[in-house]
């Protein structure tokens, strides 16, 4: 009970009211600039497919079906292979070491692309940039929980979605007007200002903690959170949290307290990818080709990109407000209702006008004329109902599903175990969208876009039930109350009222 009513029931002090947040919104900045490198890169594919494949493509660099499948699906197998990195070098080197160190493939893998004079510059260079995507993916989320406390903690947890999203806009925007060499030069820029700006911001408080550089972890924790702030309190926080996790063995990894938040994590990542999120902004200029949208694809994917940084701004205004679960709640039920409308549409062809009767009255012509005036109409409603419909899909996922599977990652998983489980969960993630990235140009050019849109429908109706099953509510809750709380056994859903009645 005391355990509980410290941590739990704690009220806030006159100090903490006192917190300056600039300095952590820089070093959130500094860190989020990975995630804009990592949205600009994951959607690069996009505009550039449809050049790689046209006629008039270097015949060098001229693409088919398999070679564009593996040009837009070898990110997310190298995004892989960055998580399994990740799982080392966050607890080897430091969470912010380890951001600084995806600028390395993602610069060799730009510089590939851009000079590229044959097919396999093209798909090493993509491999490259998913690995800094990967990296970036399992660090950075970790490192904002962990500097920003609990009172902006949802806020600032939504960040890497936020600039993520920003990332792709701009590359969609870019797209318009800039040849794709030099999209992939502009990728350069991002994550050399990263690792500028990385190299003046603070280690994790936790980590410094955690290495025994208790002056070190309270200058680091005084600079975030400005210098009229009493550190003592959330420092003594920190190292009750760590001493009550010292080193994980298998055998407390049987335990509820790591079991888990690690099934949660991994499992959200999954259902995340499985929605279809990663092939359909991958593939998002061809679909829209393919779904005769009455825009050209191109305009069609800027304003999908536009649209999807709005939800997730709406996300990170609601965060800390209407809380976890309710977004999450109204995410699946967006993203089901569009992937199940956009199911409809692409089952639904427009059917040949019949052979018509003689009539004396009207010329063969003229009926021709109005059967292909009502075909072309019926097209021009469907590529309508395909564009809002995918808009909707994006503005459901951008707002849930997308920034919250990032936040609650960071903030459910054991400290002990943190470094090497969330780069279990982006390895996880990136390897099923590797194989659902990989197997969607199949299927498409197979049985068309409605097997994969069903598919998502019924992923959709899957993370309903999770998030109504399994998902704990985390708003207004420090990391510390946070693994309390998987450490009692209770039930999965955090009751506020009954700590309440209890600290009474």
């Not at 088919?64 to 799982?87: H, K, N, P, R, V």
């Not at 304003?303 to 800390?320: E, K, Y």
């Amino acid at each position: 009970m005391d355990e509980e009513t410290s941590l739990l029931n704690r009220r806030p002090t006159s100090s903490e009211s006192r917190v300056s947040n600039s300095k952590l919104f820089l070093a959130v900045f500094s860190a989020v600039l990975g995630n804009f490198s990592f949205g600009y890169s994951l959607v690069y594919s996009s505009p550039v497919l449809p050049k790689l494949k046209s006629p008039d493509a270097d015949p060098r660099l001229r693409m088919d079906t398999e070679q564009a499948a593996w040009f837009g699906s070898i990110y997310t197998l190298g995004a892989a292979a960055g998580g399994l990195g990740a799982m080392l070098l966050n607890d080897l080197i430091g969470r912010k070491l380890s951001i600084m160190m995806s600028a390395v493939p993602s610069t060799i893998g730009y510089m590939l692309m851009g000079g590229a004079v044959d097919l396999w510059m093209l798909h090493v260079g993509r491999f490259l940039t998913g690995v800094a995507g990967g990296m970036t993916a399992a660090s950075i989320p970790v490192y904002i929980s962990e500097i920003s406390h609990k009172g902006v903690r949802g806020a600032m947890g939504s960040c890497p979605q936020i600039t993520a999203v920003f990332g792709a806009l701009a590359l969609y925007a870019m797209g318009l007007v800039v040849p794709w060499r030099w999209l992939a030069v502009a990728g350069e820029v991002p994550a050399v200002l990263m690792v500028v700006l990385l190299a003046f911001m603070p280690s994790s408080p936790r980590r410094l903690l955690a290495l025994g550089r208790e002056q070190q972890a309270e200058k680091a924790l005084r600079w975030l959170r400005g210098k009229h702030y009493n550190t003592n309190i959330e420092l003594n926080a920190i190292q009750h949290s760590i001493k009550m996790q010292g080193k994980v063995t298998w055998s407390q990894l049987a335990t509820p307290v790591y079991y888990r938040p690690i099934i949660i994590s991994v499992m959200m990542r999954f259902l995340q990818q499985m929605t279809g999120i990663t092939p359909i902004l991958v593939y998002l200029e061809p679909i829209f080709s393919q779904s005769k949208v009455s825009l050209e694809p191109r305009y069609d994917a800027a304003i999908v990109g536009a649209v999807r940084l709005f939800s997730v701004a709406v996300a990170a205004s609601l965060m800390d407000k209407a809380g976890r679960k309710a977004l999450l709640y109204t995410s699946s039920l967006l993203m089901f209702l569009s992937c199940l409308t956009l199911t409809i549409i692409s089952h639904t062809t427009p059917c040949p006008p019949c052979p018509a009767p003689p009539n004396h009255t009207m010329s063969w012509d003229s009926q021709n004329a109005m059967g292909n005036t009502l075909d072309a109409s019926h097209q021009t409603a469907g590529g309508l109902i395909t564009l809002i419909s995918t808009m909707v899909f994006i503005f459901g996922y951008a707002m849930g599903w997308g920034p919250i599977t990032w936040l609650l990652m960071s903030e459910v998983l054991p400290l002990a175990a943190r470094g090497v489980a969330s780069g279990l969960c982006v390895t996880v993630s990136w390897l099923t969208a590797f194989m659902l990235t990989h197997a969607f140009t199949h299927l498409v050019d197979r049985y068309g876009l409605y097997v994969p849109y069903l598919c998502f429908t019924v992923v959709c109706v899957l993370c309903l039930l999770f998030n109504a099953v399994c998902i704990p509510e985390t708003r207004g809750r420090s990391l510390e109350e946070i693994e309390n709380y998987f450490r009692t056994g209770r039930t999965f859903t955090i009751n506020r009222s009954n700590s309440t009645s209890q600290s009474s």
